[in-house]
């Protein structure tokens, strides 16, 4: 997995989250960050939506990122003419290859559905455009045909071919086969694109390339259609971390980034969210605590500071002794072990009540509330 390029799709398929619509400022701000932190491809956005799509486009194209552009286009070929005119040099034409999608969209008639897709593989080609091609709803087609189409897609030029999962119904090992199969028979490379519909666009995204994809479609916070697509931030974690590879990207920098897209796009980040949730480096229960006080890597999989958080210790309901009095020691109260077990039994009631964890003050408030005033020096 040593060659992994990652292709972030944040501005067009992370767009497409219903209610999500970035305005230009937010979408040059979102391509400039992505290229900042080391992202080597950038999907920007689908020219055929019009004017004002374009023209942000261009005003990415124009920025002179380092990170290549591409635009996503159906294979129609008045798409691939308002990708020529947005001054990007690679183009992504998508097509259809599962029966469902053949036959809803193309009246069953595949023949005509390669016909364009040569037609603007070949349009695009000829006018020195380097294109890669996406396979619609690929786990869903037939093997054959699916391999079918992109032995054309390779036939006619195109540097590249995304297996698509759209609707998110595979499994990891059934992903695996799959795209084996078709990074076997192809001498392009592969990518992989993943949805979320059962939680397993990431770990698909990664099954993929350990079927020797080359490839990978991100978006950041994993925001995209219906339950989104394979989170950039923990694509990335997940290959430095658990295949020691590392891509080149500024980690540190991702929860600024999450930040940025949470905002941007108006959906928030829950706390949970791996890598970059608010609660993904929050310790409040006390087996917990007690162990990261003495090394973190107990319940941590990885230092938070390597993707911009910190860590935190919490009081609340499930909290132990151990903790208790770490934090009462920080602020100069020493309490023995039956005063720590009252201010603990206070802890436990309070956090009940408030449905939250406490704050320093409303702690240190126990302390006093117990009288054990005594003990603050
Ligand atoms: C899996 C994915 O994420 S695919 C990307 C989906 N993203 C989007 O749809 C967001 C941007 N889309 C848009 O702005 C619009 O849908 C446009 C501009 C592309 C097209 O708009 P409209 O002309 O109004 O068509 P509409 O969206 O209603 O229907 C889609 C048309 O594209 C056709 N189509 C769909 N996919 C493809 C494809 N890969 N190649 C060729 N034609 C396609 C449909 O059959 C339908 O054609 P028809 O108008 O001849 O019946
Ligand atoms: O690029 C393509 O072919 C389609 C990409 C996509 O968004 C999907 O299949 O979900």
Redo the contacts with the bound molecule.
């Keep these: 997995m040593n060659q992994v390029l990652i292709n972030d799709t944040t501005l067009r398929?992370g767009e497409?989250a219903a209610g999500v619509a970035f305005n230009l400022e937010e979408k040059i701000a979102i391509a400039k960050f992505l290229d900042a932190i080391g992202l080597e491809e950038i999907e920007v956005g689908?020219p055929?939506?019009?004017e004002e799509e374009q023209r942000a486009i261009q005003s990415i194209a124009d920025l002179g990122l380092s990170a290549k552009l591409l635009g996503?286009n159906?294979?129609?070929i008045s798409?691939i003419k308002a990708s020529m005119a947005c001054g990007l040099k690679r183009m992504h034409i998508?097509?259809?290859v599962s029966g469902i999608q053949i036959a809803?969209?193309?009246q069953g008639q595949w023949r005509i559905?390669l016909q364009?897709l040569k037609d603007c593989i070949s349009f695009a080609v000829d006018k020195g455009f380097w294109v890669a091609v996406g396979g619609?709803?690929s786990s869903r087609a037939d093997d054959e045909f699916l391999l079918d189409v992109a032995l054309y897609a390779q036939e006619w030029g195109a540097k590249r071919f995304r297996f698509?999962d759209?609707v998110g119904v595979l499994d990891p090992f059934t992903t695996y086969s799959k795209v084996k199969r078709l990074v076997s028979g192809l001498r392009i490379p592969v990518e992989v694109h993943t949805h979320n519909d059962f939680g397993l666009a990431t770990a698909n995204a990664l099954a993929g390339l350990k079927a020797g994809a080359l490839s990978v479609n991100t978006t950041v916070n994993g925001l995209g259609?219906r339950a989104g697509n394979a989170a950039l931030e923990e694509v990335v974690m997940a290959i430095k971390r658990m295949y020691g590879v590392d891509l080149g990207i500024d980690t540190p920098r991702l929860l600024e980034l999450s930040k940025l897209v949470a905002n941007a796009s108006g959906c928030r980040v829950p706390p949970w969210k791996a890598i970059v949730g608010e609660n993904t480096f929050a310790h409040e229960s006390g087996i917990h605590a007690h162990g990261v006080l003495k090394n973190p890597f107990t319940y941590e999989p990885f230092a938070p500071e390597e993707v911009g958080r910190e860590r935190r210790l919490v009081v609340g309901k499930h909290s132990g002794r151990h903790l208790i009095s770490n934090l009462l020691k920080q602020h100069g109260i020493f309490l023995s072990k039956e005063e720590t077990q009252s201010v603990l039994d206070a802890v436990r009631q309070c956090s009940m009540e408030k449905k939250r964890n406490l704050t320093t003050e409303e702690l240190l408030d126990l302390v006093k509330i117990q009288k054990y005033s005594h003990a603050i020096r």
Excluded: L, S
């Design positions: 398929d497409q689908i055929a939506m019009g996503w159906r294979a129609v798409d998508a097509i259809p809803t969209k193309f559905t364009q619609e709803d698509c759209t259609e």
